[in-house]
C-alpha cells in the first residue's frame, strides 16, 4: 500500500511541473518572438515481482511478468521553435525573420547570444543594438543624419547620407542556425546561448542555405497558442485530483488495514 502512497506524488510533483510550464508560456503570450515550452514525462523504473518468461510450477512457460511501476517523472522541456505571428509596426528598426535563423548579439564578456526579437534601437553612436542595450554582431552603425533606412530580405542595410541622392550599404545582417535549436539553453531576456546539445552555430546570410529572410518594419510574435493552453491546463488539473484521489483511496484502504482485530 506504501508504494502507491510515493507512486502517486510522483504524478503530483509531474502535473506541477506541467503546470508551472503552462503558466510560463501564457505569461509570455505577449513577449515578442517567445518560444513556448512543452514537458515531456518519462516512466520511472519498473519492481519486477515475476520476471517475464520464467516457468511456472507446472513448467509451462508464463506468457507475461508482474512488473509494478513506481511513477512518472519530467524527461524534459522542450523548446518549440514554430514560427509566430508577424505583426506589421512601421517601425524602419523593426525586423522579424521569417523562417530559420536567430539574430547574433555581443554580450559584455564578449560571447555570442542568439535571438529572435528583431526589434532594434540605435545607440546615441548609431549602434543597432537590442532594447537592454547588447549591440547586433556584426556591429551595424546609422550614422548621424542618415535617412531612408533600408534593411532589404537578404540583411543588407542601406541609407541616403546627407548630400548624396544614392544609398549607401552600410553593413549587412548575419543569422545563425542550429542543427538542435531545442538544446539552446535561454538566458532571459529573449536571449539563447550555444549548448553541446545545440551545436556550434552555422553562420550564413539571410535567404541562403536554409536560412530564413529579413522582413523590416516587422515584429515575430509569440508562437503561444492560448486555447491550446487551457486544454493543457484543464488535462494537468484533473490528472493532479486524480492522482490525489489515488493518495486518499491508498490511505482509507490503509485505515481499514490498521483499524482488523484478531
Known amino acids: 500500500m506504501i508504494r502507491s502512497l510515493y507512486t502517486a506524488a510522483t504524478g503530483m510533483e509531474a502535473q506541477q511541473l506541467y503546470m508551472d510550464t503552462i503558466s510560463n508560456n501564457l505569461a509570455n503570450v505577449n513577449t515578442n518572438s517567445f518560444k513556448r515550452e512543452k514537458v515531456q514525462f ?4 519498473y519492481q519486477t515481482l515475476r520476471e517475464p518468461g520464467v516457468r511456472n510450477v507446472e513448467g509451462s512457460l508464463s ?18 521553435f514554430d514560427q509566430g505571428s508577424l505583426t506589421q509596426t512601421g517601425n524602419s528598426m523593426d525586423t522579424a525573420i521569417k523562417g530559420d535563423g536567430f539574430y547574433q548579439i555581443a554580450m559584455p ?84 546561448s550555444t549548448t553541446d546539445a545545440s551545436g556550434a552555430p552555422i553562420v550564413s546570410d539571410p535567404g541562403v542555405d536554409g536560412m530564413g529572410t529579413v522582413l523590416q518594419g516587422y515584429t515575430e510574435a509569440s508562437n503561444v497558442q492560448i ?12 490528472a493532479y485530483e486524480i492522482v490525489s484521489k489515488a493518495i486518499t483511496v491508498s490511505d482509507s484502504m490503509m485505515q481499514v488495514t490498521n483499524a482488523m482485530k484478531a
Not at 518519462?42 to 523504473?45: K, P, S
Not at 539552446?184 to 529573449?190: I, T, V
Not at 486544454?231 to 484533473?238: N, T, W
Open 109 to 192: 564578456d564578449g560571447s555570442i547570444s542568439y535571438t529572435r526579437d528583431g526589434q532594434f534601437v540605435p545607440s546615441n553612436d548609431g549602434t543597432l543594438q537590442t532594447t537592454d542595450g547588447f549591440p547586433v554582431y556584426p556591429q551595424l552603425t546609422i550614422p548621424s543624419g542618415a535617412s531612408s533606412i533600408t534593411i532589404g530580405a537578404d540583411g543588407q542595410v542601406t541609407a541616403t547620407m546627407p548630400g548624396q541622392t544614392n544609398s549607401t550599404v552600410l553593413g549587412k545582417i548575419e543569422l545563425a542556425r542550429f542543427v538542435n535549436p531545442s538544446g539552446l539553453k535561454a538566458m532571459g531576456s529573449n536571449l539563447y
Open 42 to 45: 518519462q516512466d520511472l523504473m
Open 63 to 80: 506468457p507475461a511478468g508482474i512488473e509494478v511501476g513506481l511513477g512518472v517523472k519530467p524527461g524534459a522541456t522542450e523548446r518549440l
Open 227 to 238: 486555447v491550446d493552453e487551457m486544454v493543457g491546463m484543464i488535462s494537468a488539473q484533473r
